[in-house]
């Protein structure tokens, strides 16, 4: 399947959650730091930062159902689902107050588990669950869901539109070509679970913002400035009402870590750096 070439290695390991045959990549030792990516997307999304940081810290990385090499689910996606699947995971590697790192629905499911266990900290990576549900927003969520959709039922069309909205709106950047390429290839393949994710943005159990403003650990959000699916004004708000919450802005769509990988790398030290690494006060929200 295409969509392999956008996971974690084939060197992974296999973790079974609720009848889910979850991909998961340990790879370094020291802290936990867990990655969680977007949907349509695959743990190889991170891969630059496991090389970069697996000297220091144990760099997990979790393919989400039916993407990446993970095995398909029987509930449909979304930031719940994907919170709960987070937590069987990390309960079974025995890893308890990670720093997790989270984009798009990746970042919603990071703020869920945050908000039921103890974490380190917190990054945000253009996270879902911060936008006001207004009505043109679940309009927006409900014509995403059927553009999805046509591509799970074949739409000769599909494929050319998909590598546009790629190219030119989730990750312009060039230095995220290859994995955008990657992504782009098995865009038909993910079609069905980026639908079920799009229909799960517009229901009202989406809006994470009263979620996030109770968190109680350090949180770095970073954001890409032309960000066109979660634009950072809809969502300042939400992140100004987070307690421990610093805000740094990319250039770049959607993935701050693919599109300006070295920028956003010293970032995140410097993040990971300022944590308490006893873990003291990582209560959570």
């Known amino acids: ?94 890893i308890e107050c990670p720093v997790i790192v989270g984009n798009s ?54 494929p050319r539109l998909f590598r546009w909205y790629y190219r030119f709106m989730v990750l312009p950047a060039p230095a995220a070509r290859l994995q955008r390429e990657r992504i782009i290839a098995a865009g038909s393949e993910c079609a069905g679970v980026l639908a079920e994710a799009w229909d799960s943005f517009g229901q009202p159990e989406a809006d994470l913002r009263a979620v996030a403003a109770r968190l109680q650990v350090p949180v770095w959000v970073a954001w890409s400035r032309s960000d066109r699916v979660i634009p950072l004004w809809l969502c300042r708000p939400a992140i100004r009402r987070i307690p421990q919450a610093q805000l740094t802005r990319f250039a770049g769509g959607h993935s701050a870590f693919l599109e300006q990988p070295d920028t956003f790398l ?9 944590l308490d690494p006893s873990g003291e006060g990582a209560q959570a929200g």
């Not at 889910?20 to 867990?34: K, T, Y």
């Not at 879902?128 to 591509?151: A, H, N, Q």
């Not at 010293?266 to 300022?274: D, E, K, P, W």
Request: hydrophobic residues 45%; positive net charge.
């Open 266 to 274: 010293g970032a995140l030290i410097a993040f990971l750096a300022s």
């Open 105 to 158: 629905i990746g970042g919603a499911a990071a703020m869920l588990y945050a908000s039921k266990h103890s974490v380190a900290g917190l990054v945000l990576c253009d996270a879902g669950g911060l936008v006001p549900m207004w009505p043109v927003v679940k309009g927006l969520t409900r014509l995403f869901r059927g553009f999805f959709r046509s591509g799970e039922r074949g739409a000769r069309w599909y």
């Open 1 to 94: 399947m295409k969509r392999y070439a956008c996971g974690v290695p084939e060197t992974a390991q296999f973790v079974d959650c609720d009848g889910v045959r979850l991909a998961v990549s340990r790879e370094g030792q020291g802290p936990a730091l867990v990655c969680l990516h977007a949907v349509g997307h695959g743990g190889g999304d991170f891969a630059g930062l496991a090389a970069m940081l697996s000297d220091r810290y144990e760099v997990i990385r979790i393919d989400w159902p039916g993407q990446g090499r993970s095995g398909a689910d029987n509930r449909p996606a979304s930031a719940a689902r994907y919170s709960e699947l987070l937590a069987q995971v990390l309960q079974q590697l025995q």
